[in-house]
């Protein structure tokens, strides 16, 4: 019998998130964006939400003996180049997963400590928040906080609302490699993105604040730089084409709902020249971009 033939696969990226049935944010972000940058996705489900383009309306959090059980039949199966995590749902789904990814300290793990949906419903709470930060930051690789979520996660306590800078200080000291702070819910005219590392800021990117409200944009930011970790680039240059990829997802983003704006990650595959160009024109009524998830 002829030998069997052996055909090259694209990197995978395993994913850990809640459901967003609207295709907006969430797991079904993540595999949309990690499909669309060249991996094979695969997915373990976190939590179940009722949901749509408006916000959260049910959030139920898998058992995390089901969590692990998904993560550990796939990880027996095939090799994963970048871990993507995403809304947990419990204490015990995140004592569960960073059991899990301890197993893996030469995978790059990138965390969107993900708080809230983009209408503001809230899907991690401070206890899940402290337990993310003591079991999880110290096996990322990077993570992914906007402003509110960097304040937070940093557990400011002393009455004043640190900086941003500061709070980067101390999520590094707390064990992550890199935090990425976002500027989308910052008072600014442009949105800037700073990357810092244990020596201080490795580079600061800054956008131009698209009109209209999104939801998605950060679930697509980090899962694209889990895309581009996979895929090889070191992590100030995966940081850069994420955000160039995030950007332009927004850019070419519709709104087919009747809340948020979606993140159109397909949209390279594009050629109708009638198709919507971008959110600018179409979201004219709505408030500026400020949400990130």
Known sequence: MPAETVHAFPP?????????????GGLQADILTLASMGCHPLSVVTAITVQDTLGADGFFALEAEWVADQARCLLEDMPVDAFKIGALGS????????????????VPLVLDPVHASGRGDET???????????????HATIITPNGMEARRLAEADDGD??????????????GAGHVLITG?????????NTLYGPGGIVRSDSWQRLP??????????????????AN????????????????????????PGM??????????????PEAPADAAAAAARAPDARSSH
């Open 12 to 24: 995978i990226v395993l994913t850990f998130a809640a459901t967003d049935p609207s295709g907006g």
């Open 91 to 106: 204490v015990e789904n995140v004592a569960a997963i960073a059991e899990i990814i301890a197993d893996y300290p030469e």
């Open 124 to 138: 991690a709470g401070d206890e899940i928040m402290h337990v993310v930060r003591e079991l999880l930051l110290p």
């Open 161 to 174: 609302e640190p900086t941003l800078a500061v709070c980067a200080e101390r999520l590094l000291e707390s």
């Open 184 to 192: 989308t819910h910052e008072a600014t005219v442009e949105i800037v």
């Open 212 to 229: 209209g409200s999104f939801h998605g944009s950060g679930c697509t930011l980090a899962s694209a730089i889990a895309a581009m970790l």
């Open 232 to 255: 090889g680039l070191d992590l100030p240059e995966a940081v850069r084409e994420a955000q160039e990829y995030t950007w332009q997802t927004l850019q070419k983003a519709y709104r």
């Open 259 to 272: 809340g948020h704006f979606l993140p159109d990650r397909l949209f390279w595959a594009r050629e109708d």
